[in-house]
């Protein structure tokens, strides 16, 4: 599968704490070879929305814009991935 990520996630990731940083790097390699190792999902009544686990408090999400490639938009704790996902399904402000 290939993947890209954008500028606000690269934003996103730069802020994160180092350790959260060297992770979320094995947590993609992973990804590349075995997409399921890291959880990679579709996020429910959001079929082009995808999310993997960095860790067990980090998620990334990303659009799925063809079949074999990710857009990653977002990186951060599970708190503000949920907040992401409201955002996206047009819900909070």
């Known amino acids: 599968m290939r993947?890209?990520?954008?500028?606000?996630?690269?934003?996103?990731?730069?802020?994160?704490?180092?350790?959260?940083?060297k992770q979320a790097v094995k947590a993609?390699?992973?990804?590349?070879?075995?997409?399921?190792?890291?959880?990679f999902k579709p996020i429910k009544g959001m079929d082009d929305l995808y999310s993997a686990q960095v860790?067990?408090?980090?998620?990334?999400?990303?659009?799925?814009?063809?079949?074999e490639l990710i857009i990653w938009d977002f990186i951060g704790s599970h708190a503000q991935y949920m907040l992401y996902i409201i955002r996206r399904r047009g819900g909070g402000d």
């Open 3 to 21: 993947s890209k990520i954008t500028r606000n996630f690269r934003q996103r990731l730069g802020k994160l704490p180092l350790h959260i940083q």
């Open 55 to 67: 860790n067990d408090d980090y998620r990334v999400l990303g659009d799925r814009v063809e079949n």
């Open 28 to 39: 993609y390699e992973m990804f590349l070879r075995d997409p399921n190792s890291v959880n």
